[in-house]
C-alpha cells in the first residue's frame, strides 16, 4: 500500500474516531507499543505524546502551521512517516478535511527520547476555489491530530481561521525538532 493511499484512509479514519471521541466526550488510547524499525525503539502511540500547533507566518493567501508531537512518556520511541489530521466545527460536527501527504522531505523514522520532539508542517490557502463562491468552508474550532500508525487522536483548539479548497491541507513528513517551520 503506498503511503499516499494510506494517508487518505487514516484521515476518513480520523474524522470518524473524532466523532466517536467527541460524543463520548474523552479519548480510549490503546497501550501496547508496536516495535520499530529504529533500533527496536516501539512507535509512539498516542498515549506517549503531547500534541502542539504553532502558527506560521501567513502571506498571500497562504497559511502555515507546525504540529509538534512531544514524548511525554518515560521510555523512548519513534515517529514515522505522516500523521492523520482532521477540523471540526461545532461540537460532532466535521469540517471538510482533504488532507494531502508532500514527499519531500521523503517519511523517515525519528527517534524520540523522552521530551523530545517532531515536527511537520500544514500549509493550506485561504483563497476560496472557484466553486467556494466568496466563502470557504466552515471555519474549524478544533483539531484532531493523531500520530503516525496510531488509530487514537488528541484534540486541540484550532485558532488559526478559515481553509479553503474544499478544507485542503498540505502535510510534511515528520522530521526531528520543535521549532515552526
Not at 479519548?27 to 500534541?51: F, H, M, N, Q, Y
Not at 478544533?142 to 498540505?170: A, F, K, M, Y
Request: net charge positive; glycine share 12%; proline share 8%.
Amino acid at each position: 500500500m503506498n503511503t499516499s493511499s494510506r494517508g487518505r484512509r487514516r484521515t476518513r479514519t480520523v474524522v470518524v474516531v473524532a466523532t466517536a471521541v467527541l460524543g463520548a466526550g474523552g479519548i480510549a488510547a490503546a497501550v501496547a507499543p508496536a516495535a520499530s524499525a529504529a533500533g527496536g525503539l516501539p512507535e509512539c502511540r498516542t498515549v506517549d505524546v503531547g500534541a502542539q500547533l504553532k502558527a506560521g507566518s501567513p502571506g498571500a493567501g497562504q497559511r502555515y502551521a507546525t504540529v509538534v508531537l512531544t514524548n511525554t512518556s518515560a521510555h523512548s520511541c519513534t515517529v514515522t512517516g505522516y500523521g492523520g489530521l482532521a477540523l471540526l466545527g461545532a461540537p460532532a460536527q466535521g469540517v471538510p478535511t482533504d488532507l494531502r501527504r508532500v514527499p519531500s522531505p521523503p517519511p523517515s523514522t525519528v527517534p524520540l527520547a523522552p521530551g523530545a520532539s517532531a515536527r511537520s508542517l500544514l500549509h493550506w490557502t485561504v483563497v476560496p476555489a472557484t466553486d467556494e463562491g466568496s466563502v470557504c468552508e466552515p471555519t474549524a474550532r478544533t483539531v484532531v491530530v493523531t500520530p503516525p500508525d496510531e488509530t487514537t487522536s488528541l484534540l486541540r483548539s484550532w485558532s488559526l481561521g478559515v481553509v479553503c479548497q474544499h478544507g485542503r491541507i498540505d502535510q510534511s513528513a515528520y522530521v526531528a525538532g520543535a521549532a515552526a517551520f
